[in-house]
């Protein structure tokens, strides 16, 4: 099962907005409304931010948003905050197994 | 809530198995799907394998298979991850997460397993 695709890096400013893309494949992101995003800090387990496409667990800020079109998923993250920067790996469902992306390096400026 | 600890560190050498633990807390490992992901230095999210409750199995992705077991201890509610044959590549921390839905939600903090001669 080959990784979901996903911009090596992003950046933006404070206050700004930011979209990181997800791209699969019709067996994954396309076939299923199972996408979902971790954000990671550097030495820190994942922590779920957005699931099921677009769902935010409780507790998740609401600047994080997500959606899809086709084989592609979305996060938006807007109101850039500093504590924003981490890295962020989406995860697809595929046919009884689970494939992540290959993670993307937010910096704020 | 749910909670996850795991093991401590390991350091193994080529060839031998590591046997990495994640004690559950605030449910039991019963009403849990868990899964396990790893991560190589420097590198993005893997994932090895886990429970499908729609099958009832536990499945482990294609490239693990037939070098890890997860099991489970109800007795305990621990679950663990025993991988095999291990070689450099596989230095990574191993991280437990649990599954409600199609994510993993929340994770364990994650054990290093270092294989080195």
């Known amino acids: 099962q080959s990784a979901l695709t996903q911009p090596a890096s992003v950046s933006g400013s404070p206050g700004q907005s930011i979209t990181i893309s997800c791209t699969g494949t019709s067996s994954d992101v396309g076939g299923y409304n199972y996408v979902s995003w971790y954000q990671q800090h550097p030495g820190k387990a994942p922590k779920l931010m957005i699931y099921?496409?677009?769902n935010r667990p409780s507790g998740v800020s609401n600047r994080f948003s997500g959606s899809k079109s086709g084989n592609t998923a979305s996060l938006t993250i807007s109101g850039l905050q500093a504590e924003d920067e981490a890295d962020y790996y989406c995860?697809?469902?595929?046919?009884?197994?689970?494939?992540f992306g290959g993670g993307t390096k937010l910096t704020v400026l | 809530q749910v909670q996850l600890v795991q093991s401590g560190a390991e350091v193994k050498k080529p060839g031998a198995s590591v046997k990495v633990s994640c004690k559950v807390s605030g449910y039991t490992l019963t009403e849990l799907s868990m899964h396990w992901v790893r991560q190589a230095p420097g590198k993005g999210l893997e994932w090895m394998g886990g429970?499908?409750?729609?099958?009832?199995?536990?499945i482990y992705a294609q490239k693990f298979q037939g070098r890890v077991t997860m099991t489970e201890d109800t007795s305990t509610d621990t679950a663990y991850m025993e991988l095999s044959s291990l070689r450099s590549e596989d230095t990574a921390v191993y991280y437990c997460?649990?599954?409600?839905?199609?994510?993993?939600?929340?994770w364990g903090q994650g054990t290093l397993v270092t294989v080195s001669s």
């Open positions: 997460a649990t599954s409600l839905g199609n994510w993993f939600d929340p």
């Open positions: 995860s697809s469902y595929t046919s009884s197994s689970w494939v």
């Open positions: 429970f499908d409750p729609e099958d009832g199995e536990t």
């Open positions: 099921d496409v677009s």
